[in-house]
């Protein structure tokens, strides 16, 4: 019977841990909406260009990574990843972060996101407090939701986290443990941390005593202006765990990102890995050694700058174009994502689901979601690089359509 | 300067997390031992043998997965994995363990490890009740670990964990939320749960409102005998939790497990694997599935089988040869290991590091482990997939002589 098996159902959940009882979604259930229709313009992925993806080079590296070691290959292995790539990595750092580090100051993840929960794993105690930028990345407040901590709210300026109201909040708040910030065309809002503010956040950090955690997935796609150095970088004592993945200047589907830090903390994240999976597959961590060994993965990211600057200066040429001086904008340069700021009284949430999706068969991600606290609600972000100019184009033209008619409607 | 930086490390240690905080090892760090020379014989491993793996046709399996999906294939994918991997895995429970379930009822995973990983992070909260057989599984010690659980002990018997003595638990802790157990060919001590007990574990689970977690790695690899269902396959009301992998009967090297449960547990899980690690790359995932649709995995199991009974014949028939009679050994009808009992008062590490190794050059490991208290330490696990049938005869016949002198002397 339906209503017997449904009773079961809630009875037995009632054994579930506190960080999954029902009724909690995780956040990133609320990122990916329904369908638009043939005519549909997406903006609210957050995708590279599978048209860029060097799948046939990469189908060469796994073929070399099974070529060369064979069955031992699909033996375990070191939890960490192997020497080899590590290595690799602290080369890639160093060359365009000007981080300085070993081998053994790496360890190889399940992609960015896995990184970001074994540093919540290794930190936070429920009710630890942890500063994060509003809005923020929603994939690291969805890991860090999962060990219950306390959320401080800091507001992000063109030129990055307020790091006056982080002072300010450090003050009142002594024992933060942990200040998030993703410094390069941040997501959701493609904002750039300025050098000076990178700078004053390691002296806070050491005044403080907090660990910070820097997430750098876009960093190296920048369209305009030149690259500045990791907040990782200005540390001298072990107050940065600087993250990083493939997942964007490569393929998401790799799953391989990186965490660079003290070895101490590093030995700490790989005994945390090891309880969480053991390690990760060999072959995809051989595939991708292989790779940078044959390849110039700079060279292959230059590549794909052109496509995605082509495509965030139809974007921003666009919205300067169409959007009603009520819509204010981020003008990043690089990353993969616009912010839109609408008026105070308009909740995105109920304007893409009531009108801009039926109607403009447009989608976007509703800002609220990237908020610790859910509670700002007139914010939106815009995916430019899955989509190509003639769409942005069209598709801006629409979206600003509908807010000028709604936004104005409800003003 | 040394000291400095010292000090530096230990105060930023001061804010890692109680489960992360330094002196609180993992257990799976004590597993692995040193070196043993040129006449050294390992049975302190828990390894499938690698010369027996099918590594051409997986590697044909990764070209068809790429040639056939291409780009795609490198993108984000779902979370639970393809739809047609966990009909497949549907299909297999069924048909091996007398589950039935459909593709919604399993949860593909990094490896078996992140399964029980991610049921202990949906279940336990710090200081709930989680009964476990005594000895038991590290990797699933090591991972509820971090979770700050309170275990209760369930002795073993030959015929699997003892359900009288959980009865008795039971009545004085009804609040146990967990019952962890490894029915087939349970690591360390290679015992086999009876069809009786597995019916009355159901029936306790509905009694006093628990869930089950059975985790079943060796189940496909018996030797001798025939194979029993399920627990999972006597649960009406959605108790079990059923997990296995591809480890020890493909390739540990895939990490590729899975879960199979009652759709609502797997719809949480499967959130709380985006939280760990958004998915696990969908290459593996589609190189197992086309391993699956032109290989036929049943006749792959069957080859082994064939290798591995003589491995664990050799053994029994050298330990049964060869043991002095103050040692008892278990007698296993599949799975990798054999579980020595050595006199009370006998240490297995201490034995292990001043004796064993450096005299016999033999290696084991000791058992306290395997104890969720760490408090038994006269048990040792040895393994016999891994070493050839010469080894083990040579090997326990040393083993035998090092103990026979040194625990003599010890008593």
Redesign the interface.
């Known amino acids: 019977m339906a209503t017997s098996k449904r009773e ?2 809630t ?3 009632e ?6 009882a029902i009724g909690t ?2 956040r ?2 609320q990122l990916f909406g329904g369908q638009l229709g043939p005519d549909g313009i997406k903006f609210s992925a957050g ?1 590279p260009n ?2 860029l ?1 060097p ?1 046939a080079q ?2 060469n590296a ?2 070399t990574a ?1 070529d060369t070691a ?8 070191e939890v960490a990843g192997p020497v080899h790539l590590r290595q690799q990595l602290a080369n890639r750092v160093h060359q365009t972060a000007g981080i300085n580090a070993t081998a053994d100051n790496v360890l190889v ?3 960015g ?2 990184a970001i ?1 074994l540093v919540a ?6 009710g ?1 407090e942890v500063a994060v930028e509003t809005p923020t990345y929603v ?1 690291a407040l ?2 860090f ?3 219950g901590p306390t959320y401080l709210d800091v507001p992000m300026e063109d030129d990055g986290m307020d790091v006056d109201a982080l002072t300010s909040l450090l003050k009142t708040h002594p024992n933060i ?2 200040v998030y910030t993703v410094p390069d065309f941040h997501n959701p809002t493609g904002v750039t941390m300025s050098v000076a503010k990178r700078k004053r956040l390691v002296e806070l950090a050491e005044e403080y ?3 910070i955690l820097e997430d750098t997935p876009y960093r190296d796609l920048r369209y305009h202006g030149h690259s500045l150095p990791a907040i990782k970088s200005f540390d001298r ?3 940065v765990i600087f993250i990083s993945s493939f997942s964007k200047i490569l ?5 391989t990102g990186w965490v660079v830090a ?1 070895e ?2 590093i030995n ?1 994240l790989r ?2 890995k ?11 961590l051989h595939a991708v050694s292989a790779f940078l060994d044959n390849n110039d993965l700079n060279q292959h990211v230059a590549n794909m700058l052109t496509t995605y600057r082509n495509r965030l200066d139809a974007m921003l040429n666009a919205l300067t174009e169409f959007m009603p001086d009520t819509v204010k904008f981020t003008r990043p340069d690089g990353g993969f994502f616009v912010w839109l700021t609408l008026p105070e009284n308009v909740d995105t949430q109920a304007l893409l689901q009531d009108v801009v999706m039926p109607q403009a068969h447009i989608s976007y991600v509703p800002g609220q979601v990237f908020f610790a606290h859910q509670n700002v609600h007139n914010g939106l972000r815009l995916n430019f690089s899955g989509v190509d100019e003639q769409q942005i184009t069209a598709g801006i033209q629409r979206l600003a359509t509908a807010l000028t008619e709604n936004t104005v409607k409800v003003q």
């Open positions: 079961e159902a009875v037995m959940s054994l579930f841990a506190d960080r999954a979604e995780s990133l259930a995708n599978p048209d993806f799948t990469m189908q796994f073929n099974i064979g069955n031992h290959l699909f033996e375990y292995q993840t399940q992609g996101q896995q929960d794993k290794l930190l936070l105690d429920t630890d994939g969805a890991s939701d999962q060990y443990k942990l005593h907090f660990y004592h072990g107050r393929m998401p589907g790799l799953r003290d101490m903390v700490k005994q945390l090891e309880t969480s999976d053991l390690e990760s597959p060999a072959i995809m």
